[in-house]
């Protein structure tokens, strides 16, 4: 399957019940704004990189990931308050094709921080 084919089974994952913004930082209230800011960062270097990314991605099943990379079916996960193993439990509403990958807050923010 090539790049183009991936994005589009990729994109098969998500409700279709939110409109989807490609390379457009989605924020969430309810966070609290260093979690906003990391997520930010996040999306910022992926985008960077080349990559497309969604945010405050929602799949079919109601999970919901702070970033989603539809090419390489990755979600980045964003934990400020929220515990390790609760984002593993959150996670188990995400497609089974995507890997997670949980990030620190307080590391994406440090200075020099790369993916």
């Known amino acids: 399957m ?18 989807v913004e490609t390379n457009s930082v989605r924020i969430n209230v309810h966070n ?4 906003e800011v990391a997520k930010l960062k996040v999306a910022y270097l992926l985008i960077k990189d080349g990559k497309k990314v969604i945010t405050e991605a929602i799949f079919h099943n109601g999970g919901r990931a702070d970033v989603f990379v539809p090419e390489n079916y990755a979600i980045y996960e964003i934990l400020k308050t929220e515990q390790l193993q609760d984002a593993i439990n959150k996670a188990k509403k995400y497609p089974n094709e995507c890997e997670v990958f949980y990030l620190d807050t307080s590391e994406v923010l440090q200075d020099g921080y790369e993916l």
């Open 32 to 35: 609290s704004l260093e979690h």
């Open 2 to 19: 090539n790049k183009k084919q991936r994005i589009i089974q990729a994109h098969r994952l998500l409700s279709n019940k939110f409109r």
